[in-house]
Every structure is written in structure tokens, then in C-alpha cells.
């Protein structure tokens, strides 16, 4: 099992910047873990935002994200970043970190399905 704990949300004026974290425990040690980030809207599915493979050289981004988002991770501290600048009030949602066991690296995986844990969410607010 590999448990993950998202913090850093919080709330933001739009144009600004929000950094949010996702640390990784447990089945952790001598794992390889491809990670994503995923976000929900009031009202809405969740939806993917970003993924970064265990070596991080492969990345993927949703378009609604691409140029203002930066996904990136350090596998000696097992957490995943996600830096967020020129936020918009569309950006608000609860934001979930995902992991999923690989054998192969470079790996990124977009689809929900394709993750085997999840945290529990930080809420991310964009006031316009």
C-alpha cells in the first residue's frame, strides 16, 4: 500500500501562485510510482491535470494547465509537487494527488483508472 497526503491548498487571488504538495508513504521503499495530480470542480468530474513519470524525464499536462502548471518530484523526499502560477477562478477545485506501482520507466499515465492510490484532496480556492 502506498499512502498519500496532500497539503498547501489554500486560497489564492487570481493572477497569483500556489505550490501543493503530495507526500508518499509506505510501499515506498525500493517502489518505482508514477504520480499524477487530478482536480475536482463543485459540481463537476474529476479530471486530470498533470502526470510525471518515477524518473520525472517523462511529463504530461491537461491543455486548460499547459504554461502555467509545473508538476515535478523528489524521490528522495517521496513528494510531488505541483506548482500552479497565474491561477484562474476555473482553477478552483479540491486537487488529488495519484500513484501507481510501474515495472517501466519513463511511464505517465492520464486516465483515472490507471491509478491505484489516492489521497485524500486539498482545496484549492481562486477568488477573482
Known amino acids: 500500500q502506498v499512502q498519500l497526503v496532500e497539503s498547501g491548498g489554500g486560497l489564492v487571488q487570481a493572477g497569483g501562485s500556489l505550490r501543493v504538495f503530495c507526500a508518499a508513504s509506505g510501499r515506498t521503499f525500493n517502489s518505482r510510482y508514477a504520480a499524477a495530480w487530478f482536480r475536482q470542480a463543485p459540481g463537476k468530474e474529476r479530471e486530470f491535470v498533470a502526470a510525471i513519470s518515477w524518473s520525472g524525464v517523462k511529463i504530461d499536462y491537461a491543455d486548460s494547465v499547459k504554461g502555467r502548471f509545473t508538476i515535478s518530484r523528489d524521490n528522495a523526499k517521496n513528494t510531488v509537487y505541483l506548482e500552479m502560477n497565474s491561477l484562474k477562478p476555473e482553477d478552483t477545485a479540491v486537487y488529488y494527488c495519484?500513484?501507481?506501482?510501474?515495472?517501466?520507466?519513463?511511464?505517465?499515465?492520464?486516465?483515472?483508472?490507471?491509478?491505484?492510490?489516492w489521497g485524500q484532496g486539498t482545496q484549492v480556492t481562486v477568488s477573482s
Open positions: 495519484a500513484a501507481r506501482i510501474v515495472s517501466r520507466d519513463p511511464s505517465v499515465y492520464s486516465g483515472q483508472i490507471d491509478y491505484q492510490y
